[in-house]
Nanobody, 123 residues
């Protein structure tokens, strides 16, 4: 059974930092593209950042230069370091795993999802 479990969310002031973790089990971690998505109230789920099978990072324009995604294949875990947080970053953050080649920003290509972790940035 595949499981993705996010942790590290919380409440932070604007300009602060948080580090999200996503621990996976039940899948061959190195064979999956891993990504983070987020969904704010009343909005569609959107791509935040991902690491391709070739370990190439891809980021949404809104988080470039502020967020960093990394993966530890030894621990089957993907991380999202979020710096210089803004109130508009407030959302539920989800990690996801895709066995597809390419399409790292396309949520429809991800087979497995975590339950989400809330990030709230106060102004």
């Amino acid at each position: 059974q595949v499981q993705l479990v996010e942790s590290g969310g919380g409440l932070v002031q604007a300009g602060g930092s948080l580090r999200l973790s996503c621990a996976t089990s039940g899948l061959t971690f190195s064979g999956y593209t891993m990504a983070w998505f987020r969904q704010a109230p009343g909005k569609e789920r959107e791509f935040v950042g991902g690491r391709t099978l070739r370990n190439v990072p891809v980021y949404a324009d809104s988080v470039k230069g502020r967020f960093t995604i990394s993966r530890d294949n030894g621990k089957n875990t993907v991380y999202l370091q979020m710096n210089s947080l803004k109130p508009e970053d407030t959302a539920v953050y989800y990690c996801a795993a895709s066995a597809a080649i390419g399409g790292v920003t396309n949520s429809r290509l991800y087979q497995y999802w975590g339950q989400g972790t809330q990030v709230t940035v106060s102004s």
